[in-house]
């Protein structure tokens, strides 16, 4: 199953790789990962996407909490969440088809972030899947380039 | 104004340490100029880790935090071994070591290594100074971490220009680490559930770690193991936790356990593991362990809990604290006919040895050292079958009196233990139970022994192989023996050495004891072993006894790996 998981770390050298460490040691790709610094001084999110095994995954959170930068973590797989992802992508727009391409874009939400001579840069954010079927989307007209975020969480209130 | 180095010093006193272990090197030259004027007993290894694993033994011997220091990149990198054996174990260790300096981190410096990038899985926590200001507080919290919780190795790399750079900050403590909560406060519905199921199981049985040692609190699952009539079984760690000469005692259990703790295992209806932290060694077959119990966990670190075996009650929090509350709360019980079975059992397969060989058995070496010693020694040991014999042959009483790399299984820790033990426990007996191969890892600190006159007692179980490995080749291997024989005869083609060449064994243990400055002595058949300990324990300052013994003598009883623990070998047809 693909886990999410959240930690609150000290914004410090070296927390990033003890968290990583933990799960690169088991052979377990991180799908997506993003980190950035909260609201509270000193203190950083690291949200996680990894497929695994529940009960290696039930362990690693665990060992995750023994780290002595890490302050919490919550495996949120199953909890009420509200979740983004924000993806840029580079899409080929000869003149002829582009004002069609912008329509359709904009017509699945995205907008329309920079405009070049041969090609526009689109910009999406929403929940994982939506994300994902508008790339499916865009595929006809050759993605020149694409970023993600990766995923981040926060917990519905009066979830976990 | 002081320097880096300064703090340093400063914070190894703060903390009470008396003792250092260790060896300088160019990034470690300021700190080492400060050691020459501080009011600290510095022990000069000959090999880095030698330095951590003294500082080891010291820990476990004293409970106090062992302490060493070593220079970057090679110093460093040789510490490794001592760190990572001594995190398995849960052993507060402080290891201080230089850098480069700051600007030429990650320039391939000379003598540069990423000691926090290389020590990371290694260590409880690690720091990489950045700013001198931190130090005293560092230091302070470096310690903290290493000694609370489940104590653990913690090292703190400091750069050259760190250790020369001024600084007026001190630390005076308390230390708050936001997301360090190291010791959990034990629900009291946890432990009246626990006690619960403890007065209702016809069958329990304690399972005693080193979880007990380190949190003090042998005399706790002493009190609670007489007044519930519960019969008690040990892992490696936890050997000295509870008397193993109590009729409660069912000694070791596991792959090389008794067959009484592991039919106790297999039948008891309630397992409590007290600080145990479930092996493989010692669960065998998972699915199978402890099939018909209840399974209950006392332990300081919630990620000990069904880590590998599914725990049905776990108790999280201070195992003394724990005992404390759980004593009044079992009732006391008689308990007769489990114990009648259980004792049965452990009548009928003791741990023994054939007493009629007319060839010197190392098993017998080690009940005569227990006879020599009174029972009164500290037992370190090297790893491998003398490793197991140590555990079967003396019987140990009190905590911190069997000191062993038991997580990672580290050849070469127990001569240099046994110095950092000596060092604790000036007036203690302390012999080394050391196979031949894994002795001659870090001999060369026998010096530090002698100059320092540490008299530490090394029995070397001399079987000319690795035994261990020798055991698995023919149990499980078709009797090829690959690499393992440190006799010259009989090798395999690819090992063969030419016989114009041939010495018989190299090398000479008892020069090698007496090149060290050390006393050396052999003997090689029964009736030379008794004096020769006597004369072993009566002679001042280190000897180095070596027991030429069996060649290829087994540890029995077995559970072969990946087995059930109920289906042990006591004996190879
Ligand atoms: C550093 C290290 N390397 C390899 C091993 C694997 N190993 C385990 S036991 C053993 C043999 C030890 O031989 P010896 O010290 O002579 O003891 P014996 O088993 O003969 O009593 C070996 C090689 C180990 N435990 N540690």
Sequence with gaps: ?160 | MRTGADCIIDGLLQAGTTTVFGLPGGTVLDIFAKLYHAPLEFFLVRHEQGATHMADGYARASGRVGVCIVTSGPGATNAVTGLATANMDGIPMVCVSGQVPTHMIGNDAFQEADTTGITRAVTKHNYLVKNVDDLPRILAEAFEIARTGRPGPVLVDVPKDIQQAKTSATFSGPVKIRGYKPTPEASPRDIATLAEAINKAQKPLFLVGGGVIAGEAAAEVTTLARKAQIPVTTTLLGLGAFPETDPLALRMLGMHGSVAANRAVSECDLLVSIGARFDDRVTGKIALFAPNAIKAHIDIDPSAISKSVAIDIPVIGHVKAVLQALIPQVEPRKRTDWLNQVSAWAREFPLTFNRDDQELLPQEVIEQVYLATRGEAIITTEVGQHQMWAAHFYKYTHPRTFISSGGLGTMGFGLPAAIGVQAACRDRTVVTIAGDGSVQMNFQELVVAVEHDLPIKVVILNNGHLGMVRQWQEMFYKREYSAVRLRQDDRAANEQIDTTRRKGYLPDFVKLAEAHGATGLRVDSKREVGPALKKMLAQPGPVVLECIVKPEENVYPMVPPGASLTEMVQNMA
């Design chain 1, 1 to 160: 199953m693909k886990h999410i998981i959240t930690a609150l770390v000290e914004n410090q050298p070296g927390v990033l790789a003890r968290v990583v460490g933990l799960i690169s040691g088991r052979g377990y790709n991180i799908e997506s990962l993003s980190v950035g610094p909260t609201h509270e001084t000193g203190i950083s999110r690291i949200t996680m996407q990894v497929p695994g095994d529940d009960r290696v995954l039930a362990q690693v959170t665990k060992q995750l909490n023994r780290l002595v930068d890490v302050i919490q973590v919550n495996d949120l797989t199953t909890a009420p969440l509200l979740h983004r992802e924000l993806v840029l992508l580079k899409v080929a727009a000869p003149p002829a088809e582009r004002a069609a391409l912008i329509k359709t874009a904009q017509t699945a939400g995205a907008t329309v972030v920079a405009e070049e001579s041969a090609a526009v840069t689109l910009q999406i954010i929403g929940e994982q899947a939506d994300v994902a079927a508008f790339i499916e989307q865009m595929k006809p007209y050759s993605i020149l380039d694409l970023a993600r975020s990766g995923i981040i969480v926060l917990a519905r209130s009066g979830a976990a």
